[in-house]
């Protein structure tokens, strides 16, 4: 399947485009709520192209049309969790309103890196929901989960998954909410 510049192929037959944790979460998925009865689709992209404005700009994607997963680090007294939230390309996360609120913390900033990429087990530019550790809340936005077809991360910065919005909120601990920030 081509979308923007991009010739997309089933992401379960292209395993060295997957983070192991992808991978492994991908083959446990069922696969009603796909993009097609391939499952959720994987193409390969230039690492350095994996941030959102510049793979956007360089494959012909709307930024609309990609979410960005965002981790986050809460904390409430001595305890200290994480959470992965997920907002379209185009928003912005409201990370001290709603997120904060919602997971009842205290403070909440974003992961450091070394801990996204560690507790994850993916590379830090291409962390995806699809596989993040079964304890972490998922909170995704109306507006990514109602999206028909959706570019994500695979777990690595050298490749990005197509999915549908319904496919995201149906992932272990999902939770859908209004979280971009106001504009």
Sequence with gaps: MRF????FTPALDS???LAAPTASALASLNATATT????PLVAAIDPSLADTAAFCDHYEISMGDGA??????????ERTWYAACLVRGSDRLDVNGAVRRHLDARKLSFAP??????????EYGGITPVGLPAAWPLLIDPSVAGHDR??????????????TGALLASLPSAEVLPIVQPA
């Design 4 to 7: 923007g510049t991009l010739d």
């Design 15 to 17: 395993p060295a485009l």
């Design 36 to 39: 097609d009865a391939a499952g």
């Design 68 to 77: 960005n997963c965002v981790i986050v680090q809460a904390r409430r007294g």
């Design 113 to 122: 890196m070394e801990a996204a990429v560690e507790l994850s087990g993916m």
């Design 150 to 163: 959706l570019i994500v991360g695979s777990g690595i910065r050298g490749s990005k998954l197509l999915v």
